[in-house]
Structure formats: C-alpha cells, structure tokens
C-alpha cells in the first residue's frame, strides 16, 4: 500500500506517520519471540528502572525489610512487556468505575439491607460478626458519616469463552498499589520506547495511570473538607509490612503536591495512643485526626487481641473521615457481592436502567449455598467454581476438587456453616504468553491476567464532589495458579497495552 503524500511532506514524516498507523493497529510481538539475549537486556535496563524509581517492595527472605524504610528492598516482581488488552473492554471497565462507586455508597447507606444480607454469615464467621458488631453499635447511635471517601479497585477477569469481561471482587479497604501501579505503566513505556528497533509497538497504546496522584488527591480533598488545617491524615497499617513503598509513594504525593502531613499508626497503637475528645475529634499521639486510611483491618490477622478491636471502634466513633467506613467495608463483602447479583437487588439501589445493565453485564455467576441445584453442581463438576469465605487479602478461596470436599463437609455437618460462604463461578482468561520478572531473574510463562480498575469517590452530605475511574492496575500469573496474588508471590505487577 503506497502513501501517496497530498501536502509537500517530507517522505520520514511520511515514513513515521505510515509505521505509527500500521504500529497502533498490530498487537505487540510475542514476548516468547524475543531473542534470549535481547530479553536479557530488557531484563537488565528494566531492574535499574525500577531501582531508580522507586518500584520495590520489602525482600521477603529479610526480616528487617517491612520494619525499617530502605532496608533489603527488592525490585517489585513485574512483567517485562505489556499485556495485550481488547482496547473495548478497557472502555468497558472504565465505564462502570463511576457506578459501581455510586453503588457503593448508596449500599452502605443501608444498615438494614447489610445487617440482613449478613445475619446469618454473622453467626458462622467471628470476624464479619465483630464487624457487624460495630455496625449495629454506629446504627444504634445514629452515627451519620457526612464526609464519605472511597478509594475503591474493582477487578476483572476476561472470560475466553464468551468475552465477557466479568467481576471478580470489588475492593472497598486498603486496596494495594495504587502507588506502584504507576510505575509498572511508566516502565513499559519507557522500555518499548527504548528498544523501538527491535520490538514495534506504539508506547501510547499503554494507558496513562495517574492512579497515586488521584487517590492522593481524593485523600487531600477529604481533609480539605474535615476543615482543621492542622489535622493529618492517619494510615492505619501493619506492624510489618513489605509493600510500604506503595504506600508511602502515597504519603510522599500528599506532602509534595498537597502539603498535607500523614502518620502510620498500627492498630495497638492507635488504642494506645487514640482519644476520643468531647466534640468527636480523635487524637492520636497528640495529633488530631482528619482522614484514617485503612491500609490494614481487612484480616481477622490484623486483631490479634481485644486491643486492635476497640481501636477500629473508637477511629468509627470518632468524627474523622473513615477510608472506608465501617459501611463501605461491609459494602465490599464477598457476601454482599452475591446479593447485589440477585434479580431486582441493583434496582433497589440504582435508579438509571442503563447504569443497572452496565453493571450486571459484569457479574459472574455467584450463589449462596442455599442453592441447592448450585451445589450440586458444584459437587459434579467443582472446577467450574471458586467458593470463597467473607474474606480479603488473598489466599483465602476454595479451588477445583477442594470446592467439593468442603461442600460435602458442611453438609454432613449441617451447622449452617455454610452461610459463611459464598460460591462464584470459575473464569477461564485467555492463556498468554509473558515474561515474569522476580527476584531479579526472568522467566517466560503461560499466564493469565486480572485487571483492577480504581475508582476515587468522595461525598460531603449531599454534594458528589469526587467519583470518577483513577487508573489501572494490571496483574499477571502463572495459569497454573488459582489464587495469584503479588504479595504472596504468585503474580506480578504488568501494564496493559490496548490492541
Ligand atoms: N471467579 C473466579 N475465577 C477465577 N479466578 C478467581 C475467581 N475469583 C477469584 N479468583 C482468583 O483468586 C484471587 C483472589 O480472589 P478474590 O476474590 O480477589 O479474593 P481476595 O479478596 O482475597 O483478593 C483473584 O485475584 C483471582 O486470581
Ligand atoms: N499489605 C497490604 C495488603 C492489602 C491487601 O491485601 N489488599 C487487597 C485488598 S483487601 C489487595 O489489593 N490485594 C491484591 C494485592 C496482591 O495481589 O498481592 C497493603 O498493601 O496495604
Ligand atoms: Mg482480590
């Protein structure tokens, strides 16, 4: 196909414009194409990067790395090339962030609908029931939280069979890597801009991910509201914690671009240190309070004794902004999830039709255990399932001939322990083709990826002053594995590239 330049263009600007037309339309090379030797470079050039950026987390096999900042970091495990991504469903997904933030808040407005949905997993699970503890408490005072912000991250799976990009969990607490998602998005880029010669590609096809600067500027503008200049925003975190770097990327935009100051509290710590003062201010260590972060509290792990316990009441007491509230927490139960899947639950929730279609286009199948015809499904053919326990984190789900052990063990027991659970069905991604950088050593794999969509949401009594998508996080795994995750070594942080 000969370009027939109309205007006196130089024939490079021609030549350029031809490759970037016939770059944007091709996905990107095979990265198990690429010559050993070439990934060996890619390999090198990608863990300077992120030594020099910042990209890195705590090493594992040191016991110091998630006490003291800068001590035995480790490059973060990352993919070395993008991840192809239908251009369409990345639209899709960006679509929905808005609603689904929408939805959040409208659900977490009902104390009703989250004490009901939960009643009987409460019985079965101590951990929902300490929380639904403190939501009945708040409920039973009429603790009205005006200033509501959420940092949310909504993950998808692209199911093979049928396209559809579908659901896997809505995160409403301490969602990780809003920091270093970033980074991986800037790595990539720089990468493919760097050896253009060798591998074609059009570094825009990589979406821009803003996503530490947005929450950063959602937490800014919760504190802003709060209206106490000297107040600071509290991260609530663990007392070890290896992704730290994520998180104070956070900190470091809150200082830099918004002046604010922030404080990294643990739970003890906080019933330690917290007060409560007469007219609901909480002060910690002497500094009072305008937003709490929660970058720990998901986990039954994180209350190791009544201590954690009275102080995630007394931070829901307080007038403080909570991130997320007690609500918004409950809000993103796996539990909650499957309700809002049921016939006419959105409708409830949701006014616009359309808005209501978006989203259920994006649900998987997810049951109770009351189904019956489910579960023996279920029995049959267990690898077409997840059965998942209310809670986050990782490493908690019930996977292929597990799924039919466990659900012949509830039923000979018959305790109603199965309220505790809630099954989903099984997604299939597309097997693709990635090379996993971990520990400094590079490996080509046959993955499968899971894309987070973040979403940033911030409301003052009546008035949405924040709700929009705030970027991407894009993780890779061996397909061999169920359950993934980064922390737990099983996944690395990739990028998309639109195709
Ligand atoms: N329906 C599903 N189909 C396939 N994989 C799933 C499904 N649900 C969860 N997973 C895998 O398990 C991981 C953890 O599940 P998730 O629901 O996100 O629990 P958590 O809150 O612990 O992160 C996901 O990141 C994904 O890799
Ligand atoms: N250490 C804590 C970890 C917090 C955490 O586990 N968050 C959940 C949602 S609740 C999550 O986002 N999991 C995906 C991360 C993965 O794949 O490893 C932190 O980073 O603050
Ligand atoms: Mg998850």
Redo the contacts with the bound molecule.
């Keep these: 196909k000969i370009f027939i330049p109309k205007s006196p263009l130089k024939c490079a600007e021609v030549h350029k414009m031809q490759t970037q037309v016939e770059n944007s339309a091709k996905p990107i090379a095979d990265p198990h194409d690429i010559d050993a030797k070439l990934v060996q470079k890619l390999a090198n050039d990608a863990l300077v990067w992120c030594s020099l950026r910042g990209l890195l987390v705590g090493d594992r096999n040191s016991e110091r790395s998630g006490t003291v900042p800068g001590v035995d970091m480790v490059h973060a495990p990352v993919a070395l090339i993008p991840m192809s991504f239908p251009e369409s469903h990345w639209k899709q997904a960006c679509e929905v962030a808005p609603i689904f933030n929408e939805l959040v808040d409208r659900v977490s407005q009902d104390g009703e609908f989250l004490q009901q949905s939960l009643s009987r997993t409460r019985k079965v699970d101590p951990f929902t029931s300490r929380l639904l503890e403190i939501h009945s408490k708040m409920l039973e005072i009429n603790k009205i939280e005006e200033i509501r912000l959420g940092l949310h991250r909504s993950?998808y799976?692209l199911d093979e069979q049928t396209k559809l990009l579908l659901q896997?969990?809505l995160?409403t607490i301490s969602s990780s890597f809003p920091g270093l998602s970033c980074l991986v998005s800037e790595l990539h880029r720089s990468l493919l801009q760097q050896y253009r010669e060798d591998i074609a590609s059009d570094p825009n096809r990589i979406p821009a991910n803003n996503a530490v600067n947005q929450f950063a500027e959602a937490l800014a503008k919760a504190w802003n509201e709060y209206g106490d200049p000297r107040a600071v925003i509290m991260f609530v975190v663990q007392a070890e914690e290896r992704n730290m770097y994520d998180q104070h990327w956070l900190s470091a935009s809150l200082r830099e671009r918004h002046q604010v100051t922030t404080i990294r509290k643990t739970l003890a710590e906080i019933d330690a240190l917290g007060e409560l003062q007469q007219d609901g201010t909480l002060v910690v260590d002497g500094q009072a309070v305008a937003v709490i972060y929660f970058r720990a509290g998901y986990a039954p792990s994180d209350y190791n004794s009544e201590s954690e316990w009275k102080a995630r009441l007394l931070m829901e007491q307080s007038h403080a902004v909570k991130c997320p509230s007690i609500s918004y927490h409950l809000a993103g139960s796996?539990k909650i999830q499957q309700e809002l899947a049921k016939p006419n639950v959105l409708e409830r929730f949701l006014e616009n039709k359309d808005d209501i279609a978006k989203l259920q286009k994006c649900f998987?199948g997810l049951w109770s255990l009351d189904e019956s015809d489910i579960v023996k499904d279920a029995i049959d053919r267990p690898e077409l399932y997840?059965m998942?326990p209310q809670?986050?984190?990782?490493?908690?789900?019930i996977y292929g001939e597990d799924v039919r052990d466990a659900l012949l063990k509830l039923q000979k027991e018959g305790t109603g322990s199965d309220a505790a659970y809630i099954l989903?069905?099984?997604?299939f991604p597309k097997i693709s083709h990635s090379i996993l950088m971990q520990e400094g050593i590079s490996h080509k794999e046959q993955t499968i990826s899971?894309l987070g969509i973040y979403g940033t949401y911030l409301r003052n009594k009546t008035e949405v002053l924040i709700n929009q998508q705030a970027g991407y996080l894009m993780?890779t795994?061996v397909s061999s594995s169920?359950?993934?995750?980064v922390a737990a070594g099983f996944a690395v942080l990739d990028s998309i590239y639109l195709v």
């Excluded at 169920?482 to 995750?485: D, T």
């Design positions: 993950d799976m896997i969990e995160n796996k998987a997840v998942k809670r986050e984190g990782g490493g908690n789900n989903m069905q099984r997604i899971e993780r795994k169920n359950e993934g995750g």
